[in-house]
């Protein structure tokens, strides 16, 4: 297993300004840099299916996993004897909304989705975490 988590707390947002971006799966390539476009089937729910495409890659699916409203969700994205887990999370601190994303490899052929996909995606989450933040920020 390889995980790779980010952190940040924001004063004065609120988890449902957060929450808002986040079940808006359509809109996802406004914060989510890594894909042309997505596209959720039914609700923003556990079970539901997420279709989008990566920038540069073929048309691909994931599965949430886990959807706790204005708590945490959870997406996973199947490989070959493998899994990709998006775990996004948010707590209420004295110092603000804690916001966490964490990108999580399981699997016989973890090694190879890292090194494919999973370090490339890790990289770039503090930057999509401040694209989050400032669309969430916007929406009100």
Not at 71 to 84: E, H, I, T
Not at 93 to 99: C, M, S
Not at 104 to 131: D, S
């Amino acid at each position: 297993m390889w995980i790779k988590s980010h952190s940040i707390t924001v004063p004065g947002l609120k988890p449902d300004q957060i929450w808002k971006v986040w079940a808006d799966v359509n809109n996802r390539s406004q914060w989510d840099l890594d894909i042309e476009w997505a596209q959720l089937e039914g609700e923003f729910a556990k079970g539901s299916i997420i279709r989008f495409q990566p920038k540069g890659g073929p048309k691909l699916f994931m599965t949430i996993t886990e959807c706790v409203p204005n708590q945490c969700f959870v997406d996973c994205y199947k490989f070959p004897l493998a899994r990709l887990y998006g775990i996004h999370e948010m707590e209420e601190t004295n110092e603000g909304l804690k916001i966490t994303t964490s990108i999580k490899v399981v699997g016989i052929l973890g090694w190879l989705l890292r090194k494919i996909v999973a370090e490339k995606v890790a990289a770039e989450v503090p930057e999509q975490t401040a694209m989050l933040i400032k669309l969430a920020q916007k929406m009100g």
